[in-house]
C-alpha cells in the first residue's frame, strides 16, 4: 500500500512539473511574439486614393516619396531632368522594390483598386496644390503705358515741360556683384545712358543719398542724413552730370523717405499743371533710417507737384521687393525688380522715358515682355504637368515590377496601369486649360494694348503734321 501511495506521489509530482513546464512555455512564447510593426499597422489601412480632380490636387506626398524625393528634383525639367532619372534609377526604385516586396510576401490576391490605392500611397506626387493655386492666379503683368487721351489733355501735354528727378541709393549694399558687374556701378552707367538719350527740353536732377559713413552703427545718423543733390534741377549737361555721379560711393545706410522728402522741396515750386514731375528711384534694399517712405510718397503724390515715384529694385530679397513696391504704388508710380546688368538696362532706357513725349519710341507690348509672361507662366504649368507624368511613371514601373515577380497577375497590371493612365489625363487636361486661358487672357491684353497704343501714336503723327 505505501509502495502505490508513493507511485501515486511521483505520478501527479511528475504531472504538476509538467503543466507548469507547459505554462511557463506558452508564458515565454506570448513575451517573445513580436508586435505588428506601425508600418505593418499603416498597411493594413491603406487609404483610398482619389479618382477626381480636386482630391487629386490636394493629395499628400506618397510615404516614400516625402521620406526620399526631394520636391525640387521631382519637377526637374531640362538638361536636369537627368538628375531625377539618375536618382530614380539608383536609389528610389531599389528602395520601392523593397517595400513592395515586403508588403506583397504578407498581401495576396489583391485588386487592381487596392493595388492602385497601395501604389499612390507610396508613390503619389503630392506637389499639386502649390503650383495648382499659383497657376490659377497668375497674371499676365502686361500694363497699358500712360497715354493722352482728347484734344485737351493732348494740347496741356504740349505745354507742359517734364522734371526728371533721380534719387540712386549709395548704401554700401550697392557695392555687392551680379551678373555683370558691381550694383553701384552697373547704376551709374544705365543713368548716365539714360539721360543721355531724355528729349532736349527734359530737366533732370540727380540725388545720392546714404552714401557717407558706413554701415556701423557709430555711423547710422551721419550716414541717413547724408543726402546731397549732386545735380540741380536744370538743363541736361552730359560732362557736368557725369562728374556729378562719378563724385559718390556707396558706403553707408538707406534714407529712402528722406530721400523722397528732398526730392519733394526740389520739385515744390514746379505745379502739375506747367509740369510734368517724376522721381525715378534705383534701390538694393528697404529703408534703415526709421523714415516713412511710404508716406513720403504718398506726398509726393497727394502735393501739388503731383509727382509720381517709379521705383527698380535692384537685385532685392522678397521682404525689400513687397517693400518698395508698396513705395511706388502709394504714389501711383511702378515697380519692378531687375536682377543683373541686361535686365536694368533693359528696363531703364526703355521704360523710364516719359513716354507721353516721345511719341516715336512709344512701344505696346514688346517682345522681351511676351517671352517674360510666357516663361513665368511655363515655370508653373510645367512643374504640374512633370510631378503629374512621373507620378504615373513611377507607378507603372511598380507595376511591372509586381508583375515580373508573380506578385500580381498581368491582367491586374494593366488595370492598374490604365488608371495611372486615365488619372494623370485628367490632371494634365486641368493644368493645359488654365494655362491655355492664361495664355488667351495675356493675347487679349498685348491685341489691345498695342491697337490703343498704335490708334495715339497715329493721332499724335496727325497733330505733329498740323503744326
Keep these: 500500500m505505501k509502495d502505490y501511495k508513493l507511485i501515486a506521489g511521483c505520478f501527479s ?27 505593418e499597422k499603416i498597411n493594413e489601412t491603406i487609404p483610398v486614393a482619389p479618382r477626381d480632380l480636386e482630391a487629386m490636387i490636394a493629395q499628400k506626398p506618397g510615404i516614400l516619396v516625402k521620406e526620399h524625393l526631394d520636391p525640387e528634383l521631382e519637377v526637374l525639367n531640362g538638361w536636369d531632368a537627368n538628375k531625377y532619372t539618375e536618382f530614380l534609377d539608383k536609389t528610389f526604385k531599389p528602395l520601392v522594390e523593397k517595400e513592395l516586396q515586403a508588403y506583397f510576401e504578407k498581401n495576396k490576391d489583391l485588386t487592381s483598386d487596392k493595388v492602385y490605392d497601395l501604389l499612390v500611397y507610396q508613390l503619389g506626387s503630392g506637389q499639386y496644390k502649390t503650383y495648382y493655386d499659383e497657376l490659377g492666379a497668375f497674371e499676365h503683368g502686361h500694363e497699358m503705358p500712360e497715354l493722352p487721351e482728347g484734344e485737351e489733355e493732348i494740347e496741356i501735354a504740349k505745354k507742359q515741360k517734364t522734371n526728371v528727378v533721380i534719387l540712386i541709393d549709395a548704401s554700401g549694399s550697392m557695392n555687392a ?8 556701378e552697373l547704376a551709374k552707367e544705365t543713368i548716365k545712358q539714360f539721360t543721355d538719350e531724355l528729349p532736349e527740353d527734359v530737366n533732370v536732377s540727380l540725388l545720392a543719398y546714404g552714401h557717407v559713413g558706413s554701415g556701423s552703427d557709430a555711423d547710422k545718423a551721419k550716414s541717413c542724413k547724408a543726402i546731397d543733390v549732386v545735380y540741380p534741377l536744370n538743363s541736361y549737361n552730359s560732362d557736368a552730370f557725369n562728374k556729378a555721379i562719378d563724385s559718390f560711393q556707396a558706403n553707408g545706410w538707406t534714407p529712402l523717405a528722406g ?39 504718398k506726398k509726393l503724390n497727394d502735393s501739388n ?28 508710380g511702378k515697380y ?17 522715358k516719359p513716354s507721353i513725349f516721345q511719341v516715336f519710341s512709344t512701344q505696346g507690348i514688346l517682345l522681351h515682355e511676351t517671352v517674360d509672361q510666357m516663361e513665368r507662366l511655363n515655370q508653373l504649368y510645367l512643374p504640374l504637368y512633370t510631378a503629374s507624368e512621373r ?13 515580373d515577380n508573380d506578385f500580381i497577375s498581368r491582367e491586374i497590371g494593366e488595370q492598374v496601369i490604365d488608371q495611372a493612365e486615365q488619372m494623370h489625363k485628367i490632371r494634365h487636361s486641368q493644368f493645359e486649360e488654365i494655362r491655355n486661358q492664361k495664355e488667351t487672357e495675356a493675347q487679349q491684353a498685348r491685341d489691345e494694348i498695342d491697337a490703343k497704343v498704335k490708334a495715339w501714336k497715329d493721332k499724335w503723327y496727325k497733330e505733329l503734321e498740323k503744326e
Design 13 to 39: 509530482l511528475i504531472l504538476l512539473l509538467l503543466l507548469l513546464g507547459g505554462c511557463s512555455e506558452k508564458s515565454e512564447t506570448n513575451a517573445d511574439s513580436p508586435k505588428p510593426s506601425k508600418k
Design 177 to 184: 556683384e551680379v551678373s555683370g558687374g558691381v550694383k553701384m
Design 259 to 297: 530721400a523722397m522728402e528732398k526730392a519733394n522741396e526740389l520739385l515744390s515750386s514746379y505745379n502739375k499743371e506747367e509740369y510734368k514731375n517724376i522721381v525715378y528711384i534705383v534701390s538694393d534694399g528697404i529703408e534703415t533710417c526709421d523714415g516713412d517712405p511710404i508716406e513720403a510718397a
Design 305 to 332: 507737384i503731383e509727382a509720381k515715384v517709379n521705383i527698380i529694385g535692384f537685385d532685392v530679397d522678397d521682404e525689400g521687393q513687397k517693400h518698395l513696391k508698396q513705395v511706388a504704388e502709394a504714389s501711383d
Design 336 to 352: 519692378a525688380t531687375v536682377r543683373d546688368k541686361s535686365e536694368l538696362e533693359d528696363l531703364v532706357l526703355k521704360k523710364w
Design 391 to 403: 507620378e504615373q511613371n513611377r507607378i507603372t514601373s511598380a507595376v511591372y515590377y509586381l508583375q
